[in-house]
């Protein structure tokens, strides 16, 4: 079963998954949402997040913004990271990648760029 999660602030996705209010966690069978839960997130401490999710047997997750550590923790947790998504409806962009229209943008949490001033989790 597919299970994608999204992080959601004011009822949209959020740039920043370390900011997010509540996860949007939608359960996925033969390619129709067929679940939609809301979860409050732990306290955000590096690795919080893909630990949190894989215990609940997530296997994707939509972000606009996410640096590359919490990248690779997603990954070798078992989940896949779709990154750059615009900010939306969080049902809107599930539907988007399991129909293959999703399209992700740049990161919106580069951490590459020097002048970076803020904390992208």
């Known amino acids: 079963m597919q299970k994608i999660a999204l992080p959601v602030a ?3 996705l959020s740039p920043h998954f370390g900011h997010s209010e509540y996860f949007y966690i939608y359960e996925v069978n ?3 949402i067929e679940k939609e839960e ?3 997130p732990p306290v955000h401490t590096p690795g919080a997040y893909p630990k949190w999710m894989a215990d609940m047997g997530v296997t994707d997750i939509i972000v606009g913004g996410v640096g590359q550590k919490a990248i690779d ?3 070798s947790n078992g989940i896949n990271v779709y ?3 615009a900010v939306k409806k969080p049902k809107e962009l599930a539907s988007e990648l399991l129909q293959g229209t999703l399209v992700g943008k740049a990161n919106l949490c580069n ?3 020097d002048d970076h001033d803020h904390q992208c989790h």
């Open 10 to 12: 004011n009822s949209l």
């Open 30 to 32: 033969e390619n129709t």
């Open 38 to 40: 809301m979860h409050v």
């Open 73 to 75: 923790l997603f990954n």
């Open 83 to 85: 990154m750059g998504a």
């Open 111 to 113: 951490h590459d760029d």
